[in-house]
């Protein structure tokens, strides 16, 4: 069964940070999710923690996020969880593709995957840029983000779920609302949104339906970073647009 979460980065950004994890969690579910993609962690004893707030809510949470590679491994496979974000500086394409493979590969003996975000001014933004990576990494998961590749030059997230559904470990979805296509810089074009409150195509509702049409039980989670109010109100409206489209 699809699981809904909130990739909570913009929640940081309109209140400044973190100050209550409890809270934090207790609000997320109160407008209808199910848990958050990364436990953000500074060690086990505060894994351990804050794993304990969000099962006492009966809420879940997708990966560990701890303070190096090797320990987002380890605490994402002691929770029983399914993958975790490639970490990498790389500042060319060959390079990225050597770091992503070697941790694809020690995840292996952990029974889990390690997942490319696709993003917008990264070495994988636009489709040929995945598709590229895709095939240089064959061991390597993929957390989908529907409008980041939508937004890029080319981008088709249909075609990946079609194509390389088996490859896909999580799925990031929000809408894209456009500014200025002119501008020089991904970030000063326009920003993320709220589902249902962009001007830009972004094809979310056939890719969730295509998701669940194949089967796809694993987490589909709201992200963006922009909120021109209070984000409970946005992570509310692109919940029930979820609902409305049988999530």
């Given amino acids: 069964m699809i699981k809904v979460g909130v990739a909570d980065y913009g929640m940081y950004v309109w209140h400044g940070g973190l100050y209550d994890y409890g809270a934090r969690c207790a609000d997320i579910k109160s407008v209808g999710y199910e848990g958050l993609e990364r436990l953000r962690t500074v060690s086990e004893s505060d894994a351990v923690h804050k794993a304990g707030i969000v099962r006492r809510l009966g809420m879940d949470f997708a990966t560990c996020q701890a303070p190096d590679p090797e320990h987002c491994i380890e605490w994402t496979a002691a929770f029983g969880k399914s993958y975790v974000w490639v970490s990498s500086s790389a500042q060319d394409f060959d390079t990225l593709c050597r770091h992503a493979r070697a941790q694809a590969e020690a995840c292996v003996p952990w029974n889990i995957r390690a997942g490319l975000h696709n993003h917008l001014g990264t070495l994988v933004e636009t489709q040929e840029e995945l598709l590229r990576f895709l095939d240089a990494c064959p061991g390597c998961g993929l957390i989908l983000d529907t409008a980041h590749l939508s937004v890029a030059e080319g981008g088709d997230p249909l075609h990946i779920i079609r194509n390389y559904f088996d490859r896909i470990v999580a799925v990031h979805v929000k809408d894209w609302f456009m500014k200025d296509e002119s501008a020089p810089v991904w970030h000063e074009k326009g920003y993320f949104c709220e589902l249902g409150g962009g001007n830009y195509p972004v094809p979310n509702e056939e890719c969730v339906k295509e998701l669940a049409a194949r089967g796809y039980d ?18 509310a409206a692109s919940r029930e647009k979820l609902r409305s489209w049988g999530v």
């Fill in 218 to 235: 694993g987490w589909i989670l709201v992200e963006h970073d922009t909120h021109l109010r209070d984000p409970l109100l946005d992570l």
